[in-house]
């Protein structure tokens, strides 16, 4: 029976021998390189390149590293897969638990530094030498490579490949209208531009039909999976054309919990549980009645980080049962931090059974249609949170040779006014830092006014503007948006103003 999970590969610790320990010290140094675990890297590789497993025991003394850095956020998968392969090559009938994967991390880790230093002894210490003979006579590379597998692709170890395939993407939104017979295309992932959208219009204008559209195209031409948000009635969450083409999976809040780890890796260590206890406490702050005092907040964190740091798949029991004993325990009145948590707890608003690379890598859309306001806002608040975190851990998206990025995820909200007034933080960070990762956020509201931001203004990081028959009376922000004046009132059904070239243009839609 295994007890190997990847998630428990992540923060668990590797070593290897005291002797193997300061060798790969010294190749650090001599290599240039600045960490640790890039050494281990090429250790354990050149003894997995061996035709045996390392038989010979060795000491535990080196300094430990977890496996997240041993390995890496992006490749720990392959690693693994590569160490339980070898275990159960070699090995008759291998108990495959986390400490038979130490073993095997720290047997390998020792061979592989040993024959490492053959190799910079033969190189005379010379590190162009040294790199020229682990590539030219050590590697043994595969004349021909595989397919890489659709982006979203669910493999043997269960854990989705989060890649996506660098090219163009374009979107055809209609026809113009002082142009009728030339189609409006746009380049979605084009060099030097956003690919987020904003569509605007009055309610029954058009702005969720053509949200729809886009989104089919930007998945059937990339496969890239689409996280959808409907804010609204939850009407789409009915839409079976939608559903079957986006490959889409249905969550009803709060009758669906959503199937997310919250506060995935929050135990790495005392930073990582640092942070994630304080975008919890602002994120749940939010959906307080009433500000918060610095006394509550300092309550929320003192309170909360001994969980953060010492559980894994935390829920909001968890965090509740937590906040109960604290306040137990220092003698607190019950004020609106017990009685929201309190609140909050009469529902499954999520439940971490998938780890975000699982459950961003699969399409969903999630309604709130019956959901109160406080959990709808905290649920969509945790879920940019970690959509958030996700993208900050992970690497960028490759580029083509023309420089288009490739789209691994989609981001929609449907009737998005009160997220966008709600001025919350993950919200702007997915907007402003995660394109490069190969994220596309598309925002559907009723009025450019919603999009007045608080520090950083979110149109400016906004590609395409689309705006449909709106009164819309926030001059700045629509002249910024659409690079002067321009009047929406009088757009007939159907008709969207946008820009080409920098230019005002009209688009029939539909």
Not at 43 to 67: C, H, N, Y
Not at 146 to 171: L, M, Q
Not at 207 to 215: A, D, G, N, P, Q
Request: with cysteine; net charge neutral; proline share 4%.
């Amino acid at each position: 029976m295994s007890d190997i999970s990847l998630e428990n590969v992540l923060v668990s610790n590797f070593q290897t021998s005291a002797e193997a320990d300061k060798i790969t010290e010294m190749l650090k140094g001599q290599l240039g390189l600045s960490v640790r675990y890039r050494v281990a890297r090429l250790a354990i590789g050149r003894s997995l390149g061996e035709s045996s497993f390392p038989m010979q025991s060795v000491d535990a003394q080196g300094k430990t590293i977890k496996g997240d850095l041993l390995f890496g956020l992006d490749e720990y998968p392959l690693w693994v897969g590569l160490l339980i392969t070898n275990i159960k090559k070699h090995i008759q009938k291998p108990e495959l638990t986390i400490p038979t994967l130490q073993n095997a991390v720290r047997r390998h880790w020792h061979r592989g530094i040993m024959l490492l230093l053959d190799d910079w002894k033969e190189a005379r210490e010379d590190p162009r030498k040294f790199w020229e003979i682990l590539i030219h006579r050590r590697a043994m590379l595969p004349d021909t490579v595989s397919k890489p597998s659709k982006f979203g692709e669910i493999h043997h170890d269960n854990e989705p490949a989060f890649t996506g395939v660098a090219k163009a993407v374009y979107v055809d939104l209609g026809k113009g209208v002082d142009a009728p017979h030339e189609q409006f295309t746009r380049l979605v992932n084009g060099v030097g531009t956003s690919p987020h959208m904003a569509i605007m219009g009055q309610s029954g204008s058009g702005k969720t039909r053509i949200m729809k559209e886009v989104l089919k195209q930007i998945h059937n031409q990339t496969g890239a999976p689409v996280i959808l948000l409907d804010l609204g009635k939850g009407d789409l969450a009915n839409d079976t054309a939608l559903i079957d083409v986006l490959e889409a999976k249905i969550l009803r809040v709060p009758e669906d919990g959503i199937p997310l780890d919250m506060f995935y890796a929050s135990n790495l260590n005392e930073e990582v549980a640092t942070d994630t206890v304080m975008g919890f406490r602002d994120s749940f702050s939010s959906v307080v009645q009433g500000k918060l005092g610095p006394k509550q907040l300092d309550n929320l964190r003192e309170a909360l980080k001994p969980l953060f740091i010492s559980q894994e798949k935390i829920t909001l029991e968890h965090v509740r049962s937590r906040l109960s004993q604290y306040y137990e325990d220092n003698d607190l009145k019950v004020d609106s931090v017990m009685s929201t948590i309190n609140d909050l707890t009469q529902y499954t608003i999520f439940r971490p059974d998938f780890s975000p690379q699982q459950f961003f890598s699969q399409s969903w859309i999630i309604t709130f249609a019956h959901a109160h306001d406080t959990i709808k806002n905290l649920a969509v608040f945790l879920l940019m949170d970690a959509l958030n975190t996700y993208m900050k851990r992970s690497s960028e998206a490759p580029q083509d040779s023309e420089g288009h990025r490739a789209i691994r995820l989609v981001l929609a909200v449907d009737e998005a006014r009160h997220l966008l007034a709600s001025k919350h933080d993950a919200l702007s960070d997915n907007i402003r830092l995660h394109r490069s990762k190969g994220l596309v956020v598309t925002l559907a509201s009723q009025s450019p006014d919603d999009y007045d931001g608080k520090s950083d203004d979110y149109l400016e990081n906004i590609g395409l503007p689309i705006c449909f028959n709106t009164n819309a009376v926030a001059t700045k922000v629509l002249q910024n948006m659409f690079r002067g004046k321009a009047n929406f009132a009088t757009l007939p059904s159907g008709v969207f103003m946008t820009l080409k070239d920098l230019k005002q243009v009209k688009v029939k839609a539909f």
